[in-house]
C-alpha cells in the first residue's frame, strides 16, 4: 500500500510536469492520469518485486504514458513521445540531483524504503511547484496541434527515441549516479531544444 501511495504522488507530479511543461490543463485529464498511474503502478509492483526486472519498469512507464497522451489528452502522436520522454528526463534529472545532495547515493535509496518515499515526496514538491510557477508565467511550448504530422524529419527522433530506451535500461542496470545526471541531462536539453524547433517552426 505504501508502494502504491507514494508512487502514484510520484507518477501524478510526472503528469503534471508533462501537462504544465507542454500548457494543456492538467485538470482536464487528472482522473484519467490517475487511474493510469494506479495501473502503471500495479505492473510496476510485478516487474520489480515478483520478476526482479526493475530496469524493465520505465520502459513501461514511457509506453504507457505516451498512448495515455496520444489517446486521452489528443496530443499528435509525435508530440505524445516528445513530451512524455522529455518530461520523464527532466524528473530524472531533478530527482537524481536530490538523491546526490541529501543521500549521496543511489545505495542509500535502495537499501532504505524510507529513504524512497522521503526522495519521491520531495521530488513530486520541488517539481510540482516549480512547474506551478512556470505555467502561472505563461511558459511553456504551444503548438498547432493540427499542424503536427509524422514527417521525415523525424525518423531522426524516432532514433534517438530507441536509444533512449536502450540507455535508460543500461543506466538503471549500473546504477552510476552521476552517469544518470548527465545522460537525462542531455536528453533533456535535446528534446527541450527540439521543442522549441517546433514550436517556432508553427508560428
Known amino acids: 500500500m505504501l508502494f502504491m501511495f507514494f508512487s502514484t504522488i510520484e507518477l501524478m507530479s510526472i503528469y503534471y510536469l508533462i501537462m504544465s511543461l507542454f500548457r494543456f490543463k492538467w485538470k482536464h485529464h487528472a482522473w484519467q492520469a ?5 495501473i502503471i503502478n500495479l ?3 510485478l516487474v520489480r518485486k ?3 526486472m526493475s530496469n524493465i519498469a520505465p520502459l513501461i512507464l514511457i509506453v504507457i504514458f505516451i498512448l495515455f497522451f496520444a489517446a486521452v489528452v489528443r496530443m499528435p502522436l509525435i508530440l505524445s ?5 522529455s518530461g520523464y528526463a527532466i524528473f530524472a534529472v531533478i530527482q537524481t540531483v536530490i538523491v546526490l ?3 549521496g547515493s543511489i545505495g542509500a535509496i535502495e537499501g532504505n524504503k524510507s529513504n524512497g518515499y522521503i526522495l519521491q515526496v520531495l521530488t513530486s514538491v520541488v517539481i510540482c511547484s516549480f ?3 512556470y505555467y502561472r508565467k505563461g511558459k511553456g511550448f504551444t503548438f498547432d496541434i493540427e499542424k503536427l504530422r509524422f514527417k521525415l ?3 531522426f527522433l524516432t532514433t534517438i527515441i530507441i536509444i533512449f530506451l536502450i540507455g535508460i535500461s543500461i543506466l538503471l542496470y549500473y546504477n552510476e549516479i552521476y552517469l544518470n545526471i548527465l545522460f537525462f541531462l542531455v536528453i533533456s ?7 522549441t524547433g517546433k514550436e517556432k517552426e508553427n508560428d
Request: proline share 0%; charged share 10%; hydrophobic share 60%.
Open 34 to 38: 490517475l487511474f493510469v498511474t494506479l
Open 43 to 45: 505492473q510496476s509492483y
Open 50 to 52: 515478483e520478476l526482479d
Open 81 to 85: 513521445v516528445v513530451a512524455t520522454i
Open 101 to 103: 545532495i541529501l543521500f
Open 131 to 133: 512547474f506551478w510557477h
Open 153 to 155: 524529419e523525424d525518423i
Open 189 to 195: 536539453i535535446f528534446f527541450i531544444y527540439y521543442s
